[in-house]
């Protein structure tokens, strides 16, 4: 019965701070572009892996802000946009969420497929974009501003390495930015990193790295096919002992071991793309322009640019201040009233309340049976008084006194003795309708 492979190594999940600190590209494209720079969009993200959205599927309509409003939740660093105007195909690298800004515009680029086509065993493999690439930078040593500027900001978009603590399997690829003084342009190319044994010949070679061995059918001897294959080729002078390095670690591959010889290679993996930097800008695709490659200025534009600025900053600052005492003045004047209201209201206990209810309905209760009682003894007097009124004004003129409750019992015994009289009501007939005399 067999076993199951032992696990050997732990996964350690990083911290919220170290996901943090890793920078996170965004790779986009802006407005309508046709599809060659949708393609290149496709292979740019390809080279930022692991470090951006692969999928990211993004509308025509999404603007700056869009993108800014959730760069703080999807821990974004940079964004790449690109774009296609009628003169050509532009690219802009920012910084989340205030900038700076450089403006590249793309002279000339080949897609990761042309690259791909033109080599006779293109190198492809998925796994080697689990890791970041390794940035080289060359010739960017220049006493411009743009330049440093520049060199900041490309570092910035890749993760730093400790040479102390990483691993060498995790160097699989490297991005390169080559800037040529002559031309000022950049070249920007993509590889992957491979390595091969040293001092032996091409068929060796195949023998030691391929995990197949070769045909040996046509093949006499096994010494025929080494000396066949005996003569140096152009790769193999390459390969000589002044390129080669000793592995430190064990490398990814057949053979390589730690302290083996290996010389290394580098397969184009592509795209390519030849830069020119037209501007940079202070925000995140506006604000001041720091740099232009066309239009220069004078110290006394420099010097009027720089009071603007100054002038708007403190403007702002003004503004910051004013919407800062409206907010604490506004809630200054919600505690007073509520502290108001707190005072007019009477802070009582449930179960106090409850008594304070009860003693006030008795109260009601005792005081609207009195008021009753009062309002009948006032009635009934009132009464006699007018009737004593009108018997002294009938004395008077010599008539009878008019005697509401005699009037209303004669009334009474007249209307018994009528109903004695009358016959019993006969009950109504039931009305039939004009057409078809039903009954309704």
Same mark, same amino acid.
């Given at each position: 019965?067999?076993?199951?492979?032992?696990?050997?190594?732990?996964?350690?999940?990083?911290?919220?701070?170290?996901?943090?600190?890793?920078?996170?590209?965004?790779?986009?494209?802006?407005?309508?572009?046709?599809?060659?720079?949708?393609?290149?969009?496709?292979?740019?993200?390809?080279?930022?892996?692991?470090?951006?959205?692969?999928?990211?599927?993004?509308?025509?309509?999404?603007?700056?802000?869009?993108?800014?409003?959730?760069?703080?939740?999807?821990?974004?660093?940079?964004?790449?946009?690109?774009?296609?105007?009628?003169?050509?195909?532009?690219?802009?690298?920012?910084?989340?969420?205030? +900038?700076?800004?450089?403006?590249?515009?793309?002279?000339?680029?080949?897609?990761?497929?042309?690259?791909?086509?033109?080599?006779?065993?293109?190198?492809?493999?998925?796994?080697?974009?689990?890791?970041?690439?390794?940035?080289?930078?060359?010739?960017?040593?220049?006493?411009?501003?743009?330049? @440093?500027?520049?060199?900041?900001?490309?570092?910035?978009?890749?993760?730093?390495?400790?040479?102390?603590?990483?691993?060498?399997?995790?160097? =699989?690829?490297?991005?390169?930015?080559?800037?040529?003084?002559?031309? *000022?342009?950049?070249?920007?190319?993509?590889?992957?990193?491979?390595?091969?044994?040293?001092?032996?010949?091409?068929?060796?070679?195949?023998?030691?790295?391929?995990?197949?061995?070769?045909?040996?059918?046509?093949? +006499?001897?096994?010494?025929?096919?080494?000396?066949?294959?005996?003569?140096?080729?152009?790769?193999?002078?390459?390969? &000589?002992?002044?390129?080669?390095?000793?592995?430190?670690?064990?490398?990814?591959?057949?053979?390589?071991?730690?302290?083996?010889?290996?010389?290394?290679?580098?397969?184009?993996?592509?795209?390519?793309?030849?830069?020119?930097?037209?501007?940079?800008?202070?925000?995140?695709?506006?604000?001041?322009?720091?740099?232009?490659?066309?239009?220069?200025?004078?110290?006394?534009?420099?010097?009027?640019?720089?009071? =603007?600025?100054?002038?708007?900053?403190?403007?702002?600052?003004?503004?910051?201040?004013?919407?800062?005492?409206?907010?604490?003045?506004?809630?200054?004047?919600?505690?007073?009233?509520?502290?108001?209201?707190?005072?007019?209201?009477?802070?009582?206990?449930?179960?106090?309340?409850?008594?304070?209810?009860?003693? *006030?309905?008795?109260?009601?209760?005792?005081?609207?049976?009195?008021?009753?009682?009062?309002?009948?003894?006032?009635?009934?007097?009132?009464?006699?008084?007018?009737?004593?009124?009108?018997?002294?004004?009938?004395?008077?003129?010599?008539?009878?006194?008019?005697?509401?409750?005699?009037? *209303?019992?004669?009334?009474?015994?007249?209307?018994?003795?009528?109903?004695?009289?009358?016959?019993?009501?006969?009950?109504?007939? =039931?009305?039939?309708? @004009?057409?078809? &005399?039903?009954?309704?």
């Amino acid at each position: 019965m067999g076993h199951g492979r032992k696990k050997r190594r732990t996964h350690v999940v990083p911290t919220e701070d170290e996901i943090k600190a890793v920078p996170k590209a965004l790779v986009v494209k802006s407005g309508e572009v046709g599809r060659a720079v949708a393609t290149l969009v496709g292979d740019v993200r390809q080279v930022m892996e692991p470090n951006t959205a692969i999928r990211l599927r993004e509308r025509k309509t999404n603007k700056i802000k869009d993108y800014v409003a959730v760069s703080s939740q999807l821990s974004l660093s940079h964004i790449m946009l690109f774009s296609q105007t009628e003169t050509g195909t532009n690219l802009r690298i920012g910084r989340f969420p205030h +900038g700076p800004t450089l403006h590249f515009r793309v002279n000339q680029y080949s897609l990761a497929q042309d690259c791909l086509r033109l080599q006779k065993t293109p190198h492809t493999s998925a796994v080697e974009y689990n890791t970041p690439p390794l940035l080289i930078l060359n010739n960017f040593a220049g006493d411009g501003k743009h330049l @440093k500027l520049m060199t900041a900001m490309l570092q910035n978009m890749f993760p730093a390495i400790n040479p102390s603590t990483m691993r060498l399997a995790e160097a =699989r690829r490297v991005v390169l930015f080559n800037y040529n003084s002559e031309a *000022d342009t950049i070249d920007f190319r993509h590889y992957a990193i491979t390595v091969r044994p040293v001092g032996v010949t091409k068929g060796v070679k195949r023998v030691v790295m391929s995990k197949a061995a070769p045909s040996m059918a046509k093949f +006499g001897d096994i010494s025929d096919y080494v000396m066949q294959q005996a003569f140096a080729s152009e790769s193999d002078v390459e390969d &000589g002992p002044e390129n080669s390095v000793t592995l430190a670690q064990d490398y990814v591959g057949r053979n390589n071991a730690k302290d083996e010889q290996r010389a290394v290679r580098l397969m184009e993996l592509g795209p390519r793309m030849e830069l020119k930097l037209m501007k940079v800008e202070s925000g995140l695709c506006e604000g001041e322009v720091i740099y232009h490659s066309y239009v220069k200025k004078t110290p006394e534009d420099i010097a009027l640019a720089e009071k =603007r600025r100054q002038a708007n900053l403190s403007r702002q600052a003004l503004r910051r201040q004013q919407q800062q005492e409206n907010v604490d003045r506004k809630k200054e004047m919600a505690a007073r009233a509520k502290a108001a209201r707190n005072d007019t209201t009477r802070n009582i206990p449930v179960s106090e309340a409850a008594d304070y209810e009860d003693d *006030d309905d008795m109260e009601s209760d005792d005081g609207g049976a009195a008021g009753d009682g009062e309002d009948e003894g006032d009635s009934d007097s009132d009464a006699d008084a007018g009737k004593a009124t009108g018997r002294r004004a009938a004395d008077d003129f010599g008539m009878e006194a008019y005697d509401e409750d005699a009037i *209303d019992e004669s009334d009474g015994e007249e209307q018994a003795e009528e109903s004695d009289d009358q016959p019993p009501p006969r009950p109504a007939k =039931r009305a039939r309708s @004009k057409a078809g &005399g039903k009954k309704k």
